[in-house]
């Protein structure tokens, strides 16, 4: 039994502080004693000293030169301060781990009586945890649900006796989630291959976690040439190579589960219109802003969506194409953090990666950088899917799932590629370019 107090500190006089406790249930008026080392205000009493279910009667007596002060008594029950020991939380079994939900369970060691548990739990890269009081958990196990598929999670117990005080919370215990079917799409995009004029690039974006569900195992795409058959192939992420004939296109991505709904795209260029004035413009440590106006052609069409695509231009690298779509209702998109890749540092020029933008580059400093911009109006419909791929095709490919019917097509036109020198911004004295 861990017994403290507290006493007024007295600077010069020495303390002699002497517990005292007597049994007030088996041996009533039989007290006992014990006097604590020097300077310390706590003290425990051996396990050996005590005797399960008894009640105690406890005072302290406090002697200084020449004055002997008690304290007031106190009432315990052993059975209502007991502190259990932290409970041992089992590996989880994976037959009852899936890809939203798992059973805890643990022990209780050195603990005849049944004692009342809570737990927490937390993705493994968090800090806040999630809290499950005793009402809601059994008292040696509980089933977790709504969990993150292919997610990482720690999870701890603690328990009490009767009225007694919480143990400690046991050891973290990780477990790992099982994977989901992934979700959405394949972000899918084109390009002609630099350094062959024969060759289509096809470009896509890889899942993020959040959609993937799991580990993504690879990539189908598919493509047809103009009134011939579908070609299947697997890739790896991020780009396939295809002939310059390749009419349609088509991709999904696939984890040990599933694939997700199938993604397509048109690789031909309609005669609309794209939209015209694309202009760039840099903002101080933030990146561009690109904006743009509808064609003022007779037969420019509305669209569902815009597809901002960009390249920095380096005479000694080769960067990778980007890309990202906005809504048919805006005429600008941010393009956060580009544009901050390149900077002086003591006469040497020193590069960091486009898209992860450093927090202590001067964008004032930075060289100007050539890049191009190509901005791409899309009609995005079922119609037009159905409109612009072969019905054989599309039943062969999808063989006639309702849910590949669903999918989209960019059926539109591309704006006259920008190739925008872009400044850094100037102060107010010197003007700004762009």
């Known amino acids: 039994m861990n017994c403290s107090w507290s006493i007024r500190d007295l600077p010069g006089v020495h303390t002699i502080c002497i517990l005292h406790y007597e049994s007030l249930k088996f041996h009533p008026k039989q007290s006992y004693s014990e006097k604590s080392q020097s300077e310390e205000n706590w003290l425990l009493i051996a396990r050996n000293k005590l005797r399960k279910g008894d009640t105690y009667s406890i005072w302290l007596e406090v002697q200084t030169a020449g004055r002997t002060v008690t304290s007031n008594k106190i009432t315990v029950s052993l059975d209502e301060i007991v502190k259990p020991p932290p409970p041992d939380v089992d590996l989880v079994d994976p037959t009852e781990c899936d890809s939203s939900g798992a059973r805890i369970t643990w022990k209780t060691p050195n603990s005849s009586e049944p ?6 739990y937390k993705v493994s890269k ?21 969990l993150k598929p292919f997610t990482s999670y720690e999870v701890q117990a603690r328990c009490f006796q009767n009225e007694g005080f919480w143990s400690e919370w046991s050891s973290a215990r990780t477990f790992r989630t099982l994977e989901a079917a992934p979700l959405g799409q394949v972000d899918v995009w084109q390009a002609v291959d630099a350094s062959d004029s024969q060759k289509r690039l096809l470009l896509w974006k890889a899942l993020d976690s959040e959609a993937a569900q799991g580990k993504i195992l690879d990539y189908e795409v598919s493509y047809q040439n103009h009134g ?5 192939g697997t890739w790896p992420c991020c780009r396939a190579v295809l002939p310059s004939t390749a009419g349609y296109a088509w991709i999904s991505a696939r984890n040990s589960v599933k694939q997700t709904q199938v993604a397509n795209l048109s690789l031909e260029q309609s005669a609309l219109p794209g939209p015209e004035d694309v202009q760039v413009q840099a903002l101080e440590d933030r990146g561009f802003r690109v904006t743009w106006k509808p064609s003022a052609s007779p037969l420019w069409v509305q669209p569902e969506e815009y597809v901002v695509e960009w390249r920095e231009e380096l005479p000694s690298t080769n960067e990778a194409l980007d890309w990202t779509r906005v809504p048919g209702s805006s005429g600008s998109t ?8 390149r900077v002086q540092q003591g006469g040497s020029q020193e590069r960091e990666s486009v898209g ?24 995005l419909s079922k119609v037009a899917f159905q409109r612009k791929f072969p019905l054989e095709a599309v039943q062969a490919f999808c063989g006639m799932q309702p849910s590949c019917f669903a999918t989209t097509c960019c059926v539109g036109s ?18 700004r370019s762009s």
């Open 356 to 379: 992860q933008p450093r927090s202590d580059i001067n964008f004032a400093r930075a060289i100007p950088v050539l890049f191009t911009f190509l901005l791409c109006a899309g009609i």
């Open 228 to 232: 011939q058959n579908i070609t299947k």
């Open 126 to 146: 968090d800090q806040d945890w999630t809290y499950l009081h005793q009402d809601e958990v059994g008292q040696e196990g509980h089933y977790l649900e709504n």
């Open 414 to 431: 591309v704006a006259g590629t920008e190739r925008v020198r872009v400044l850094p911004p100037q102060s107010p004295k010197e003007g």
């Open 115 to 120: 004692l009342t548990c809570a737990l927490r």
């Open 334 to 341: 941010l393009l956060i953090g580009e544009g901050q890749s």
